[in-house]
Nanobody, 117 residues
């Protein structure tokens, strides 16, 4: 069973920054490196949507609404997936989930991000 633990969410003002982290505390590095990873978010009343993904080879993709403001990265030595979020907007509010996938998909429990205008 893959355990993913998110942190870093909170309440901020528009224009401020947050960095989300997703740890895999029970995973050894070689297994961590095999996974593709991503961040999704779920806004109130809306479906979960992709925010950013990073393949095991390091190829990144950011959704158009966050492109240029958010950056996904991974640290294999620490076994952490990050999402740096700058210039936050009210519409970025939601629960953010990290996910790892290979043959199966694993999800974290989610962390709340609230941006006030």
């Amino acid at each position: 069973q893959v355990q993913l633990v998110e942190s870093g969410g909170g309440l901020v003002q528009a224009g401020q920054s947050l960095r989300l982290s997703c740890r895999a505390p029970r995973m050894i590095t070689s297994v961590f490196n095999r996974y593709h990873m991503g961040w999704y978010r779920e806004a109130p009343g809306k479906q979960r949507e992709m925010v950013a993904t990073i393949t095991r080879d390091g190829t990144k993709e950011h959704a158009e609404p966050v492109n240029g403001r958010f950056t996904i990265s991974r640290d294999s030595s620490r076994k952490i997936l990050y999402l740096q979020m700058n210039s936050l907007k009210v519409e970025d509010t939601g629960v953010y989930y990290c996910t790892f996938w290979d043959q199966k998909n694993y999800w974290g429990q989610g962390t709340q991000v609230t941006v006030q205008g």
